[in-house]
T-cell receptor
Framework: GAGVSQSPSNKVTEKGKDVELRCDPI?????LYWYRQSLGQGLEFLIY????????KSGLPSDRFSAERTGGSVSTLTIQRTQQEDSAVYLC?????????????FGPGTRLTVT | RKEVEQDPGPFNVPEGATVAFNCTYS??????FFWYRQDCRKEPKLLMS???SGNEDGRFTAQLNRASQYISLLIRDSKLSDSATYLC???????????FGGGTRVLVKP
C-alpha cells in the first residue's frame, strides 16, 4: 500500500520567508511525528500527534515552528521567518497507534534550504 | 552529552567479513531499543528491534546490555548492499518519540 508521502520534496527559500511542509500519513495511522535531520546531525524529534490528544510539542526549537493536523490525517509543519539554521531534511513518520509496539514508518522527507 | 551516542565511522568492511558496533544511551528510563538503517539521501527504515535477551534476524544480531546502557549490532557475512548508515534509536517507556543517535556509517567493499 501507499507509504507516508511528503511534499514538496525540495524547497529553497529566502531567509525571512515562511514555509509550509506537508505530510500525508499512511491511511488509518493515528500517530504522526515530525523530525528533522541537519547535515552531520542525527534525527531530532520536533512534534507528535496522537488522535485527538493535545500534541507533544516538546521538540519544537522555537516559536517560529508550528504544526497542525487537520481531521486526524494530513499534517502541515510551518516555519515562520526562516533562518539559515533551519536548513535540514524534515521527516514525517506515522504509526498505526502510539506505543512501543508500533513501528514508525518514515516518509522520504522535504529537503529545506534557506538562502 | 548526547542522549544516544554512536561511533560515526566509517567502518570499512571487506565483503564477507563480520562487523560489529555499539551505541550507548544515557537515559536509564529508556525502554525500547531499535536499529534503523538509512541509505544515502533516503528515509530511515526499521532494521530490527532489540530485545533484552538479544535477538537475531538472518545475518544481523542485536544485543542489549542494560547494566552498561549500550546496545550492539553485529553483521555477519557482509554484503555490498549492507553499506548504509545504521541508526541506534531508543524510546522511553512513557513516551512515543524516538531519540536517534548520529549513526554509524558502514562501507562494505569488494
Amino acid at each position: 500500500g501507499a507509504g507516508v508521502s511528503q511534499s514538496p520534496s525540495n524547497k529553497v527559500t529566502e531567509k525571512g520567508k515562511d514555509v509550509e511542509l506537508r505530510c500525508d500519513p499512511i491511511s488509518g495511522h493515528t500517530a504522526l511525528y515530525w523530525y528533522r535531520q541537519s547535515l552531520g546531525q542525527g534525527l531530532e524529534f520536533l512534534i507528535y500527534f496522537q488522535g485527538n490528544s493535545a500534541p507533544d510539542k516538546s521538540g519544537l526549537p522555537s516559536d517560529r515552528f508550528s504544526a497542525e493536523r487537520t481531521g486526524g490525517s494530513v499534517s502541515t509543519l510551518t516555519i515562520q521567518r526562516t533562518q539559515q539554521e533551519d536548513s535540514a531534511v524534515y521527516l514525517c513518520a506515522s504509526s498505526e497507534a502510539a506505543g512501543a509496539g508500533y513501528e514508525q514508518y518514515f516518509g522520504p522527507g522535504t529537503r529545506l534550504t534557506v538562502t | 552529552r548526547k542522549e544516544v551516542e554512536q561511533d560515526p565511522g566509517p567502518f570499512n568492511v571487506p565483503e564477507g567479513a563480520t562487523v560489529a558496533f555499539n551505541c550507548t544511551y544515557s537515559n536509564s528510563a529508556s525502554q525500547s531499543f531499535f536499529w534503523y538503517r538509512q541509505d544515502c539521501r533516503k528515509e530511515p527504515k526499521l532494521l530490527m528491534s532489540v530485545y533484552s535477551s538479544g535477538n537475531e534476524d538472518g545475518r544481523f544480531t542485536a544485543q542489549l546490555n542494560r547494566a552498561s546502557q549500550y546496545i550492539s549490532l553485529l553483521i555477519r557475512d557482509s554484503k555490498l548492499s549492507d553499506s548504509a548508515t545504521y541508526l541506534c534509536v531508543v524510546r522511553k517507556a512513557a513516551g512515543n518519540k524516538l531519540t536517534f543517535g548520529g549513526g554509524t556509517r558502514v562501507l562494505v567493499k569488494p
